[in-house]
């Protein structure tokens, strides 16, 4: 399998597959990303795909010594910032059915019915809500953080180069964060055997 | 792996609570419920469904991309003047224009010739060097005058005055190249954009 940084040379050369592979290799990520930051998950396709088309227009200019997937966070935190700049944020709501906004929103991606018993299923689906109720509830730098932190493994310094804070900004962001969804989850009933047994 | 996720929900929590009753106890407690907290909450992430773009993402990014393709290679500046639309068509213009003019090429020399005779080519050649000489001694004139009023202010902030008044219209500019940087950069950070919600 070729390296990001070959696939990054060939598609320089012209070669479209190299560049198609990249977009494969980064889609999750960058719409990862994206779609927790804006909460629309049919805007966050479009934003999306608007920051690898500049990932591709400004493809000479990656430094080849730097993770790619920083580079690319980085394309999409900018898409992102720009885009809740031009607009008033436009959210929706996790609670939403997926009939509610045509897409099958947010909580319908998360509702994984791949598990092994209903119950736990249930319970699986009901705490993935939560937890993304609650990281929605979070100031956007908190959440940005916390997304590249804890869900795509993104190290501290590659959060910094990200989002151009200081380390301990970026520290103290995530320290709080984290605080901050304790908090929000406790009072959502989370983290008691009453719920437990509500849900099961 | 499949963690019960209610373990590491209540794992996170409790350490979340452990946390800030040791906060100003026990430096050492602190960082441990920090590290089992921070554990339990990345088990807890682990959980969490991959959220992916609808299927067919990456071929609608290509069609996007798509008329840019190839992906500009390195060319020089002349490369790209040869390669550009409007120096073929200033060529092809050329040509064209050159090939319908050869057509009256020969009644044009017959009537310079009798127009111009040798005498009026070489008198237009002399003036054409006298002209050329004397802008040549202006232009050396002119730069004379650059070189000396040049050597004067040399000499003049030369003073130690000169030098911190020199000095602190560098710093100015530095401060306000280095203001304004920042301000362009933060344009792009989460306190220019109003909160979610």
């Known amino acids: 399998m070729k390296t990001d940084a070959e696939l990054v040379a060939s598609a320089l050369t012209g070669s479209q597959d190299a560049f198609r592979e990249l977009v494969v290799r980064f889609e999750r990520p960058v719409y990862s990303l994206i779609v927790r930051m804006v909460q629309d998950s049919a805007m966050a396709e479009d934003l999306a795909q608007e920051a690898f088309v500049k990932a591709y227009r400004s493809l000479r200019s990656y430094d080849a010594s730097r993770k790619l997937s920083s580079w690319l966070f980085k394309i999409a935190h900018n898409t992102a910032i720009d885009h809740l700049r031009r607009s008033s944020p436009d959210t929706v709501s996790l609670d939403a059915s997926p009939d509610e906004d045509g897409r ?38 908190y959440r940005e953080s916390v997304v590249l932190f804890y869900i795509e493994g993104a190290s501290y310094q590659e959060i910094c180069d990200v989002t151009k804070l200081p380390l301990g900004t970026v520290k103290t962001n995530l320290h709080r964060a984290r605080k901050e969804l304790a908090q929000e989850m406790t009072a959502q009933g989370w983290g008691t055997e009453t719920r437990r047994s509500d849900g099961s | 792996m499949h963690t019960d996720p209610h373990d590491s929900l209540t794992r996170w929590l409790a350490a979340e609570r452990d946390d800030r009753a040791d906060s100003e106890a026990d430096p050492m407690a602190e960082r441990l419920a920090e590290e089992i907290a921070e554990a339990a909450l990345l088990e807890l992430f682990e959980l969490l469904p991959p959220l992916s773009p609808p299927a067919g993402f990456a071929d609608r990014v290509m069609m996007r991309v798509e008329g840019t393709f190839p992906a500009p290679a390195p060319v020089s500046w002349l490369g790209r003047l040869v390669c550009s639309l409007g120096f073929r068509v200033a060529v092809a213009s050329g040509v064209a224009a050159s090939t319908v003019a050869l057509l009256w090429l020969p009644e044009l020399l017959l009537v310079l010739g009798r127009l111009v005779t040798l005498g009026d080519v070489v008198g237009l050649g002399t003036a054409s060097v006298v002209d050329l000489g004397r802008w040549l001694t202006l232009a050396a004139r002119i730069g004379e005058w650059f070189f000396t009023v040049g050597g004067a202010l040399a000499v003049s902030l030369m003073s130690p005055a000169a030098v911190k008044v020199t000095a602190a219209c560098l710093a100015i500019s530095g401060i306000s190249f280095v203001a304004l940087r920042d301000l362009m950069t933060r344009d792009r950070s989460w306190s220019h954009v109003d909160p979610v919600q």
């Open chain 1, 104 to 141: 099958g929103g947010l909580a319908a991606v998360l509702a994984d019915g791949s598990v092994e018993n209903p119950a736990a299923a249930a319970e699986r689906r009901d705490m993935a809500r939560a937890l993304e109720r609650a990281i929605s509830r979070l100031r956007p730098e």
